[in-house]
């Protein structure tokens, strides 16, 4: 990495923002110091104050100039890349997430469902008492001195097998008495099966639930129909409703996917919010690029457009509401992940995976249903180490595109499923979700700068 290349800088939303890439520290900069840094890395002093001298008086570009020079000093600002060769990352293979798919069945029909309208590709299935238990028992038993372990419970749609999410949920609270161990749980949810009673049940006892819907009624029931192939938003977006009412300050997010037909998704985003939802997330499809609602290059442009245009609406409503979150423009830069963590993302395949109803173990929820991805099962534990040696050295350092992006460290080398999708190869990143985690990350900077700094 050049030295002029250890910083990332840009100018959004008022704000001119500068990105030590390395050490993570961002400063907000005057004109002046903004335009010293377009020299500064390749000329003396002598030379930037000759080039600047038109524009800015002697005594402030000195003074600027020797500022910047402190930061640097200090490892703020063109600071070292880490050295982690040879890093070893969770070499105890802890795992602390598990995805359990307690249905491959599904109500709904969504046209871009990665699990193929419920089923994954398969039969139609519904996970058993005994599977979910010792996909619970293996969390424990793998979870190493870690206390608190992530459950999901998801599908297809869980709540076709809601009687068995109770029945885990209260044997998971056994295993935390005997095991020191402590659940937060989840679930991903359409909706259509809400009702007042599994409502209380989701209230009293998930730590986050996960509504899915896609925004506007046009742009969900184009994409989200029934078994009969009607609309789904009439009969879903009352049932959200009453359970957000319901749930006071507990966690959720209102979820939706935007794809090729609704590149102008910060309305789906700004509907939601009108509806009362103030937690969302609108995230891109992870689809063939084949298919015709896919993301492709033609797209990239509106789509980074929408995401700056959407930035600007949301520091708005930011101002008058700090209730009001959009996923993708949260960002810690105080308390954030270690280097090792901030290199590998997810953890998918490691750290996470997620279980089939007959107990299979895979990656994530994106590869359920590629044999080539099997891992293992919840009865032998996981048996195909190279496929969790491979996800364990997809990180930055190990991806050719990856070693000198600006935003390495915040994407972390960003979707193995999308990588694969379209490239058949984890280890080679997605570039148009390449390009949309930058934008969302220089969004997101900007915003905490307006609402901030």
Same mark, same amino acid.
């Given at each position: 990495?050049?030295y002029?290349?250890?910083?990332h800088?840009?100018?959004?939303?008022?704000k001119?923002?500068?990105l030590?890439i390395?050490?993570g520290?961002?400063?907000?900069?005057d004109? /002046?110091?903004?335009?010293?840094l377009d020299y500064?890395s390749?000329?003396?002093l002598?030379?930037?104050?000759?080039?600047l001298?038109?524009?800015?008086?002697?005594?402030?570009i000195?003074?600027a100039?020797?500022e910047?020079?402190?930061?640097?000093?200090e490892g703020?600002?063109?600071?070292?890349?880490?050295?982690?060769?040879g890093?070893?990352?969770?070499?105890?293979?802890i795992?602390k997430?598990l995805c359990?798919h307690?249905?491959h069945d599904?109500?709904l029909?969504c046209?871009?469902?990665f699990?193929?309208?419920g089923?994954f590709?398969?039969d139609r299935s519904?996970?058993?008492?005994?599977?979910g238990?010792?996909?619970l028992?293996?969390?424990?038993?793998?979870s190493?001195?870690?206390r608190? /372990?992530e459950v &999901?419970?998801f599908?297809?749609?869980?709540l076709?097998?809601f009687?068995?999410? *109770?029945?885990l949920v209260?044997y998971?609270?056994e295993?935390?008495?005997?095991n020191?161990k402590h659940f937060r749980?989840t679930?991903?949810?359409n909706?259509?099966? /809400?009702?007042?009673d599994?409502?209380d049940f989701?209230?009293k006892h998930? &730590?986050n639930?996960?509504?899915s819907?896609?925004?506007?009624?046009?742009?969900?029931?184009n994409?989200r129909?029934t078994?009969?192939?009607d609309?789904s938003?009439?009969?879903?977006?009352?049932k959200?409703?009453e359970?957000?009412? *319901?749930r006071?300050?507990?966690?959720?997010?209102?979820r939706g996917?935007f794809t090729?037909?609704?590149i102008d998704?910060?309305?789906d #985003?700004?509907?939601f919010y009108?509806?009362?939802?103030k937690k969302i997330?609108i995230?891109?499809?992870?689809?063939s690029?084949?298919?015709?609602y #896919?993301?492709?290059?033609?797209?990239?442009e509106?789509?980074l457009e929408e995401?700056?245009k959407?930035?600007?609406?949301y520091?708005?409503i930011?101002?008058?509401?700090?209730n009001?979150?959009f996923?993708?423009?949260m960002?810690d830069?105080?308390?954030?992940?270690?280097i090792?963590?901030? #290199?590998v993302?997810?953890? #998918?395949?490691?750290?996470y995976m997620?279980?089939?109803?007959?107990?299979?173990l895979?990656?994530c929820h994106q590869?359920?249903?590629?044999?080539d991805?099997?891992?293992?099962d919840v009865?032998?534990?996981v048996?195909?180490i190279?496929i969790?040696?491979q996800f364990?050295?997809?990180?930055?350092?190990?991806?050719?595109e990856?070693r000198?992006?600006?935003?390495?460290?915040?994407?972390s080398g960003?979707?193995?499923?999308?990588?694969?999708?379209?490239?058949?190869?984890?280890?080679k990143?997605y570039?148009?979700g390449?390009?949309?985690?930058? *934008?969302?990350?220089?969004?997101?900077?900007?915003?905490?700068?307006?609402?901030?700094g």
């Amino acid at each position: 990495m050049s030295y002029s290349d250890r910083i990332h800088r840009y100018i959004l939303n008022d704000k001119n923002i500068v990105l030590d890439i390395n050490s993570g520290a961002v400063h907000l900069v005057d004109d /002046l110091v903004y335009h010293i840094l377009d020299y500064y890395s390749k000329n003396t002093l002598e030379e930037i104050v000759d080039l600047l001298k038109d524009r800015y008086d002697e005594k402030s570009i000195i003074q600027a100039y020797r500022e910047i020079k402190v930061l640097e000093s200090e490892g703020m600002l063109y600071s070292e890349p880490t050295n982690l060769d040879g890093m070893e990352y969770n070499k105890d293979n802890i795992v602390k997430a598990l995805c359990l798919h307690v249905a491959h069945d599904c109500n709904l029909r969504c046209k871009y469902c990665f699990a193929s309208q419920g089923d994954f590709k398969g039969d139609r299935s519904l996970m058993s008492l005994d599977v979910g238990k010792r996909a619970l028992e293996l969390l424990v038993k793998n979870s190493g001195n870690r206390r608190n /372990l992530e459950v &999901d419970f998801f599908g297809g749609e869980p709540l076709m097998n809601f009687d068995l999410v *109770k029945k885990l949920v209260y044997y998971g609270r056994e295993l935390e008495e005997k095991n020191n161990k402590h659940f937060r749980f989840t679930i991903t949810t359409n909706g259509v099966l /809400l009702n007042e009673d599994n409502i209380d049940f989701i209230n009293k006892h998930m &730590d986050n639930v996960v509504l899915s819907l896609d925004g506007r009624k046009e742009i969900n029931d184009n994409m989200r129909k029934t078994v009969s192939g009607d609309g789904s938003y009439d009969i879903i977006l009352p049932k959200f409703k009453e359970l957000i009412e *319901k749930r006071g300050d507990k966690e959720y997010y209102i979820r939706g996917t935007f794809t090729s037909y609704n590149i102008d998704f910060a309305k789906d #985003a700004l509907d939601f919010y009108e509806k009362g939802f103030k937690k969302i997330s609108i995230e891109p499809v992870v689809t063939s690029p084949d298919m015709d609602y #896919a993301l492709r290059e033609e797209h990239i442009e509106p789509v980074l457009e929408e995401y700056e245009k959407f930035s600007k609406d949301y520091i708005k409503i930011k101002k008058m509401d700090r209730n009001f979150l959009f996923f993708h423009f949260m960002i810690d830069l105080n308390q954030g992940p270690c280097i090792i963590k901030r #290199a590998v993302g997810c953890g #998918a395949g490691s750290e996470y995976m997620a279980v089939t109803p007959e107990g299979d173990l895979y990656p994530c929820h994106q590869f359920v249903g590629d044999e080539d991805f099997k891992i293992g099962d919840v009865f032998k534990g996981v048996i195909n180490i190279d496929i969790r040696e491979q996800f364990k050295k997809a990180n930055v350092y190990n991806k050719t595109e990856c070693r000198n992006c600006w935003a390495r460290f915040y994407c972390s080398g960003g979707c193995h499923a999308n990588a694969y999708n379209h490239h058949k190869d984890i280890m080679k990143p997605y570039e148009i979700g390449c390009e949309m985690e930058k *934008k969302r990350i220089e969004c997101a900077i900007s915003i905490l700068a307006n609402l901030e700094g």
